[in-house]
């Protein structure tokens, strides 16, 4: 590396850095003037707070640091043009696609910081900033659904006319298997309950169907422990439980609600894939940066740093919206997350090849 690509990289890391605090700082500043009447009706103390806003800022961070890095490379660009160090560089016949070099570089090492601490060291705090929002933030969850069906397997379906998630009891509970369009086998209890030390479920009043070719073998009782399926944290909170996973337990936990069956995987299959693509985001924004702001402009680099804040706005938007659509399952969860990366690679190509150096 050249001494200009070193003097570039650190601009650019350092503008970086220095973007992440300034706009995480303002957001928890935002953050705590919006929650301060929750903190003081749960008395939590100032080192409660302190322990929140602490997992609370590699969240924020990590979350804008697509945008952040585009912003950084706007300005870092459009200063060095404005500066005529721009024309200086590529007046001494470095190309412009040389002058992209120690961008790239930067873009790969945010991004690879990106990638780790989004696949495995920032859903760890995740956990502890989710756990806080739903006992101090949050009302107390109650699973109130009555009439309760899930898809457990693709042979096997549950049934419970109510669940109380406080004492982890579920009242008139069914497990059916079938075959095919065929029941082979039904357990029935009239109230389901969680043994937290052996953890198992306890069944009482039960009843176990086998249906045979010849008959019906049933077997009953008042009282049994058995192994199932469910375990109590299906009748959980799950808000932004997506949040608090590696992309290894993401990875998991669609592997087992596929084999269940169940309804609302789009939601963690979209966030497995936003964790893989984030990285591709950086990087091309990092090249749309450079190309929006390398040209000199006699009005200063105002333009250039506002325009860079519109594009990024765009992006916020256009990425918003495609994740909610493939959410809902309108839009193929993979379609979802690359739509706007390829959009903006496009739009990338064509401000390089046609706009003026």
């Known amino acids: ?17 220095f973007v992440v605090m300034i706009v995480v700082a303002v957001v928890v500043v935002i953050d705590l003037t919006e929650k301060l009447d929750s903190f003081a009706r749960h008395n939590l103390n100032s080192g409660q707070i302190t322990y929140y806003y602490l997992n609370y800022a590699p969240f924020i961070a ?3 640091t697509p945008i952040t890095t585009f912003i950084a490379v706007v300005f870092v660009t459009a200063k060095l043009a ?12 470095v190309s412009f696609k040389r002058l992209l070099v120690p961008y ?10 990106s990638f780790v601490m989004n696949g495995w060291l920032i859903p760890k705090s995740n956990k502890n900033r989710i756990t806080f929002e739903v006992e101090n933030l949050k009302k107390q969850y ?36 079938f ?21 198992k479920w306890k069944l009482v009043n039960w009843q176990h169907r086998y249906i045979k070719e010849w008959g019906e073998e049933v077997t ?29 337990e993401l990875g998991r936990y669609i592997e087992e609600l596929e084999a269940r069956g169940a309804e609302g995987k789009e939601t963690y299959v979209v ?13 091309v924004l990092t090249f749309l940066g450079v190309i929006v702001s390398a040209r000199k402009s006699r009005g200063g680099a105002g333009f250039q740093i506002a325009l860079g804040f519109i594009l990024s706005f765009i992006f916020i938007i256009f990425f918003v919206l495609s994740k909610s659509i493939a959410e809902n399952g309108s839009l193929p969860p993979l379609l979802g997350v690359w739509m706007p990366i390829i959009v903006f690679t496009i739009v990338a190509g064509i401000m390089y090849r046609t706009v003026p150096r």
């Open 104 to 113: 790239l570089i930067a873009a790969l090492v945010i991004a690879s910081g």
């Open 271 to 283: 966030e497995r894939y936003v964790r893989f693509t984030a990285p591709f985001a950086i990087i």
């Open 1 to 17: 590396m050249r001494i200009i690509d070193w003097y570039i990289l650190k601009k650019v890391l350092s503008t970086f850095v």
């Open 220 to 248: 009953y009782g008042d009282e049994t422990d058995t192994t199932l399926i469910i375990h109590p944290r299906e009748f959980e909170n799950n808000y932004r439980l997506y949040d608090g996973m590696t992309i290894p």
């Open 62 to 64: 990590s979350l804008i």
């Open 142 to 177: 109650y699973f109130d659904e009555r009439n309760f069906h899930i898809q457990v397997s693709p042979q096997e379906y549950l049934y419970m006319e109510s669940y109380n998630n406080q004492v982890n009891i579920g009242t008139r509970f069914t497990l059916e298997r």
């Open 82 to 93: 404005n500066h005529t160090e721009i024309i200086a560089i590529l007046s001494s016949g």
């Open 179 to 199: 075959e095919g369009t065929k029941l082979v086998e039904k357990l029935y209890a009239r109230q389901i309950q969680w043994d937290e030390e052996s953890e």
